[in-house]
């Protein structure tokens, strides 16, 4: 029989991943229903009746969304489209993981750790394609990345026309990952070293472009310093910078760009509470969430309608948050925000990105950054501001980014 379309593996892969379907059992998602029936929702109170969201999720929305996710949203359906892409995992065996130790941020122990990846893919038949990683973040997970799937695979119907070998990993303790080991700590060069050894292992030694956001932007412009000669080139839409950098002079900024640094102090000082409980309670937040549904749904959902531009539908949500409530992995996700609140001087350097450097400004992002301060993190060739968008753009302007990332690549690749 032959192999689905896009599913064929490259002839140079290294280390064969195993075909992988997504099927959550019918046990747990009647659990899953009567946990969510048996959910209370919070009583009325002047917080929760402000439509504007200034005080987080209404209770008019949440009454209304319980309702969705029991009435209306079908997980089996949403399965059937998840499962027309090509999924796989891999063992993937890191033999020099940096871990962080409290005495050496800046030169971290290695370990060898072993882990399960998983991964969608668009596998070309063309001898000449580009490998392509995009990294997605918290709360986001592969399904982010499904939209400039479909694209794609709209664009180039047949795989020998497929210009890209396109891989979405989902990070270490995100979805169907196995999470972070139990007995060392773990962070963004940690999953660094994870993700490149993946590349490595599916045959793109010779180079790979990494693309990301939110926590995937950290990834990848690890990805871009010197540890990683196969990563030839980094584009990133999320580009924390969390003060002015040196050299930078605020009253140069034009109107445009102090907007921008306005609206990512603003997100600093009313928005960033979730990260502050994920950095220093991760163990109690987790334990919350992880008991509850409802609980989950609001504390995510919450972010899926601040951090984009236009409101995402129920079912984008709903998908979103049922992934991380089958796969049991939010608790397992949120690892990386202790690094933030750390004392200073266990604070890890800022790695320069050594690569070819693309930035995507959306206006709606979190912390949107000028362009003079993107130039200081490295050799910045493509920037584009954007008149929309948000924080989740695969997701909510998927035409627009995926333009942008094969722009760059055609801007940067050497053959």
Known sequence: MAAPLYSTLPASVQKKPT??????PDDDIAEFKQLLRLSRLPKKTYENQQEDRRYGVSLSWLTEVKRAWLEEFDWKKSESHINSFPHFTSIVTTPNTPIPTPSSPNKPATISTTQTVHFVALFSTNPSAIPVGLFH???????????????LKEKYPDSKDLPYHVIV????????????PLDVDFDVG?????????????????????????????????????????????????????????????EALN???????????????????YANMHGTRPSTIGAVLASSPLALLAWIGEKFLSWTDDDPSFSTILESVSLYWFT?????????YRR???????????????????F??????????????AETEGNLVFYREHEKGGHFAALELPKVLLGDIEEFITQVWKA
């Open 340 to 358: 933030r609140f750390l004392p200073p001087s266990q604070q890890p350097t800022e790695p320069k990105v050594r690569v070819p450097f693309g």
């Open 255 to 273: 109107e445009k760009e102090n907007t921008m640094v306005e609206r990512g102090q603003e997100f600093m000082r009313t928005g960033s509470g």
């Open 19 to 24: 075909p992988f379907e997504v099927s959550v």
């Open 169 to 180: 990993p989902s990070l270490p303790g995100y979805a169907f990952s196995s999470p972070p």
């Open 360 to 373: 995507s400004n959306f206006p709606k992002e979190l912390i949107p950054v000028p362009k003079s301060w």
């Open 190 to 250: 940690s999953v660094a070293a994870v993700m490149n050894q993946l590349m490595l292992d599916l045959g793109f030694g010779g180079g790979y472009v990494a693309q990301g956001g939110d926590i995937g932007s950290r990834v990848v412009k690890v990805l871009g310093d010197s540890d990683y000669p196969s990563c030839k080139a980094v584009h990133v839409n999320f580009n924390y910078i969390g003060s002015p950098p040196a050299g930078t002079e605020s």
């Open 328 to 336: 049991r992995t939010f608790e397992s996700s949120i690892y990386t």
């Open 137 to 151: 973040g918290w709360p986001g997970n592969f399904l982010e990345f499904l939209p400039i799937l479909k694209l």
